[in-house]
Protein backbone atom coordinates (compact mmCIF):
# COMPACT_ATOMS: atom_id res chain seq x y z
CA UNK A 1 0.00 0.00 0.00
CA UNK A 2 2.87 2.45 0.65
CA UNK A 3 4.23 1.92 -2.23
CA UNK A 4 1.02 2.74 -4.25
CA UNK A 5 0.30 5.22 -2.28
CA UNK A 6 3.82 7.02 -3.57
CA UNK A 7 2.98 6.43 -6.89
CA UNK A 8 5.41 3.65 -7.83
CA UNK A 9 4.60 -0.33 -8.99
CA UNK A 10 2.84 -1.71 -6.06
CA UNK A 11 4.64 -4.88 -6.93
CA UNK A 12 8.22 -4.24 -7.14
CA UNK A 13 8.03 -0.35 -5.84
CA UNK A 14 9.93 0.21 -9.63
CA UNK A 15 9.11 3.70 -11.29
CA UNK A 16 7.90 5.45 -13.39
CA UNK A 17 4.94 3.97 -14.22
CA UNK A 18 3.08 7.36 -14.82
CA UNK A 19 2.95 8.70 -18.25
CA UNK A 20 0.64 11.99 -16.98
CA UNK A 21 -1.72 12.32 -14.16
CA UNK A 22 -4.52 10.76 -15.83
CA UNK A 23 -2.56 7.77 -17.34
CA UNK A 24 -0.53 4.62 -16.25
CA UNK A 25 2.57 2.44 -18.48
CA UNK A 26 1.03 -0.72 -20.08
CA UNK A 27 3.36 -2.54 -17.53
CA UNK A 28 6.12 -1.55 -14.86
CA UNK A 29 9.27 -0.87 -16.31
CA UNK A 30 11.00 -2.96 -13.51
CA UNK A 31 9.20 -6.29 -13.22
CA UNK A 32 7.25 -6.10 -15.72
CA UNK A 33 3.64 -6.41 -14.26
CA UNK A 34 1.20 -5.41 -16.61
CA UNK A 35 -0.98 -2.79 -14.81
CA UNK A 36 -4.09 -3.17 -16.42
CA UNK A 37 -4.68 -6.80 -15.85
CA UNK A 38 -8.02 -7.81 -17.49
CA UNK A 39 -10.65 -5.80 -19.96
CA UNK A 40 -12.10 -2.89 -17.15
CA UNK A 41 -10.13 -3.03 -14.90
CA UNK A 42 -10.35 0.34 -13.80
CA UNK A 43 -14.25 0.40 -12.58
CA UNK A 44 -12.84 -0.44 -9.25
CA UNK A 45 -10.35 2.27 -9.41
CA UNK A 46 -13.26 4.65 -9.55
CA UNK A 47 -15.16 3.36 -7.53
CA UNK A 48 -12.24 3.85 -4.91
CA UNK A 49 -12.14 7.07 -5.76
CA UNK A 50 -16.06 7.99 -5.77
CA UNK A 51 -16.24 6.36 -2.01
CA UNK A 52 -13.05 8.43 -1.07
CA UNK A 53 -14.53 11.59 -2.42
CA UNK A 54 -17.74 10.97 -0.58
CA UNK A 55 -16.07 10.68 2.78
CA UNK A 56 -14.43 13.80 2.16
CA UNK A 57 -17.85 15.54 0.95
CA UNK A 58 -19.75 14.07 4.12
CA UNK A 59 -16.57 15.29 6.54
CA UNK A 60 -16.47 18.68 5.07
CA UNK A 61 -20.11 19.00 5.23
CA UNK A 62 -20.47 18.31 8.78
CA UNK A 63 -17.45 20.15 10.04
CA UNK A 64 -18.62 22.94 8.60
CA UNK A 65 -22.34 22.70 10.03
CA UNK A 66 -20.96 21.67 13.67
CA UNK A 67 -17.97 24.46 13.86
CA UNK A 68 -20.89 27.33 12.52
CA UNK A 69 -23.63 26.18 14.74
CA UNK A 70 -26.13 27.54 15.48
CA UNK A 71 -25.93 30.41 12.24
CA UNK A 72 -24.91 27.67 9.53
CA UNK A 73 -24.17 29.23 6.71
CA UNK A 74 -25.79 26.84 4.20
CA UNK A 75 -24.82 28.60 0.80
CA UNK A 76 -21.39 28.40 1.77
CA UNK A 77 -21.33 24.91 2.28
CA UNK A 78 -22.74 24.13 -0.53
CA UNK A 79 -20.29 25.75 -2.50
CA UNK A 80 -17.73 24.38 -0.30
CA UNK A 81 -18.86 20.89 -0.56
CA UNK A 82 -19.10 21.50 -4.89
CA UNK A 83 -15.67 22.74 -4.65
CA UNK A 84 -14.44 19.50 -3.47
CA UNK A 85 -16.62 17.38 -5.94
CA UNK A 86 -14.87 18.93 -8.58
CA UNK A 87 -10.95 19.25 -7.44
CA UNK A 88 -11.26 16.68 -5.06
CA UNK A 89 -11.53 13.25 -7.61
CA UNK A 90 -8.64 14.83 -9.48
CA UNK A 91 -6.21 15.14 -7.36
CA UNK A 92 -6.36 11.65 -5.55
CA UNK A 93 -6.97 10.08 -9.44
CA UNK A 94 -3.40 8.46 -9.74
CA UNK A 95 -2.98 7.25 -6.26
CA UNK A 96 -7.02 5.89 -6.31
CA UNK A 97 -5.39 3.75 -9.46
CA UNK A 98 -2.13 2.30 -7.68
CA UNK A 99 -4.16 1.74 -4.70
CA UNK A 100 -6.75 -0.36 -6.14
CA UNK A 101 -4.27 -2.43 -7.97
CA UNK A 102 -1.94 -2.57 -4.64
CA UNK A 103 -5.79 -4.29 -3.31
CA UNK A 104 -5.90 -6.30 -6.34
CA UNK A 105 -2.55 -7.53 -6.09
CA UNK A 106 -3.32 -8.38 -2.12
CA UNK A 107 -5.94 -10.79 -3.24
CA UNK A 108 -5.44 -11.71 -6.53
CA UNK A 109 -1.04 -12.28 -6.77
CA UNK A 110 0.50 -11.85 -9.78
CA UNK A 111 1.00 -15.19 -12.45
CA UNK A 112 3.08 -15.72 -14.91
CA UNK A 113 0.68 -14.26 -17.81
CA UNK A 114 0.58 -11.13 -15.63
CA UNK A 115 4.30 -10.22 -16.23
CA UNK A 116 6.11 -9.60 -19.06
CA UNK A 117 9.97 -9.66 -19.01
CA UNK A 118 12.08 -6.12 -19.50
CA UNK A 119 13.40 -6.90 -23.12
CA UNK A 120 9.88 -8.33 -24.43
CA UNK A 121 8.75 -4.83 -24.04
CA UNK A 122 11.60 -2.69 -25.49
CA UNK A 123 13.62 -1.83 -22.24
CA UNK A 124 17.22 -2.19 -21.51
CA UNK A 125 18.71 -1.78 -17.88
CA UNK A 126 21.14 0.66 -17.62
CA UNK A 127 24.57 -0.75 -16.57
CA UNK A 128 26.04 0.46 -13.79
Known sequence: ????????????????ILLGWFTLCASCPECGLHLQREAGYWVGSYTVNLVLTEVVLVLVFLVGMVVTWPEVPWDRLTYADLGVAVVFPVLIFPFTKTLYLAIDLAFRPPEPPDLDTPHERGFQKKRT
Request: hydrophobic share 30%; aromatic share 0%.
Open 1 to 16: MGRALRLRCPLCGGRP
